[in-house]
């Protein structure tokens, strides 16, 4: 039986007899087009491990480790994660809207042109993440570190900062209200002053 199977029968299991997956080890999977909706994880251990096309909508993870795996155009929406560990993860695209995410670190992660649209971040660890051009509008976010983020080109309608240090992150192009009222009260570098004062139209005179 192949890595693969070994998963899919232990979805298959989890789906009748309760729906919860737990205590798991894979490594080297390739988890095309499976279906984690809905499924509660305990303790599992994914290690680059390959997703493509996967629903993992409405899933929940506790106390999961995901390591160098990627996922290709999968969906995440109203899915739950809390002491959680995503290092070195790629998604591309991926939809997480209205996810959840509390104590949980993030490692080094691409999520590139992702959904976060309506999401939470509670007591979060984001370091060295890539998030370029993607969408965080209308989240909450508290008590969360964003270390060395780039959040180049990101859409941050809504999404307000108050009391986030974000002295450390690339905020060039990202997109706000015509105030800016989502970096109100959010910790910046003297550098970053002027990325803000483009935003808002003004014009600093060397």
């Given at each position: 039986?192949?890595?693969?199977?070994?998963?899919?029968?232990?979805?298959?299991?989890?789906?009748?007899?309760?729906?919860?997956?737990?205590?798991?080890?894979?490594?080297?999977?390739?988890?095309?087009?499976?279906?984690f909706s809905d499924l509660t994880g305990r303790h599992l251990a994914f290690h680059a491990c390959?997703?493509?096309?996967?629903?993992?909508?409405?899933?929940?993870?506790?106390?999961?480790?995901?390591?160098?795996?990627?996922?290709?155009?999968?969906?995440?929406?109203?899915?739950?994660?809390?002491?959680?560990?995503?290092?070195?993860?790629?998604?591309?695209?991926?939809?997480?809207?209205?996810?959840?995410?509390?104590?949980?670190?993030?490692?080094?992660?691409?999520?590139?042109?992702?959904?976060?649209?309506?999401?939470?971040?509670?007591?979060?660890?984001?370091?060295?993440?890539?998030?370029?051009?993607?969408?965080?509008?209308?989240?909450?976010?508290?008590?969360t570190a964003f270390q060395s983020v780039d959040l180049t080109g990101v859409e941050l309608f809504r999404t307000p900062?108050?009391?986030?240090?974000?002295?450390?992150?690339?905020?060039?192009?990202?997109?706000?209200?015509?105030?800016?009222?989502?970096?109100?009260?959010?910790?910046?570098?003297?550098?970053?002053?002027?990325?803000?004062?483009?935003?808002?139209?003004?014009?600093?005179?060397?």
């Open positions: 039986m192949t890595a693969a199977d070994s998963l899919r029968q232990a979805l298959e299991k989890a789906r009748e007899g309760g729906e919860l997956l737990e205590s798991l080890t894979f490594d080297h999977v390739d988890a095309s087009a499976l279906d390959r997703f493509a096309e996967c629903d993992l909508s409405g899933a929940a993870f506790y106390n999961c480790d995901f390591t160098a795996c990627r996922f290709t155009q999968c969906r995440f929406p109203v899915s739950y994660w809390k002491f959680c560990r995503l290092t070195g993860c790629r998604s591309d695209g991926g939809d997480f809207r209205r996810s959840r995410f509390k104590d949980c670190s993030l490692d080094g992660g691409v999520f590139r042109y992702a959904n976060f649209t309506g999401s939470v971040l509670d007591r979060c660890t984001l370091n060295k993440c890539d998030f370029t051009e993607s969408t965080l509008a209308e989240c909450r976010i508290s008590k900062f108050k009391g986030i240090d974000l002295s450390s992150c690339v905020l060039d192009r990202v997109s706000l209200s015509e105030t800016c009222a989502e970096l109100r009260g959010a910790k910046i570098h003297a550098s970053q002053a002027a990325v803000v004062a483009r935003i808002l139209g003004i014009i600093i005179v060397p």
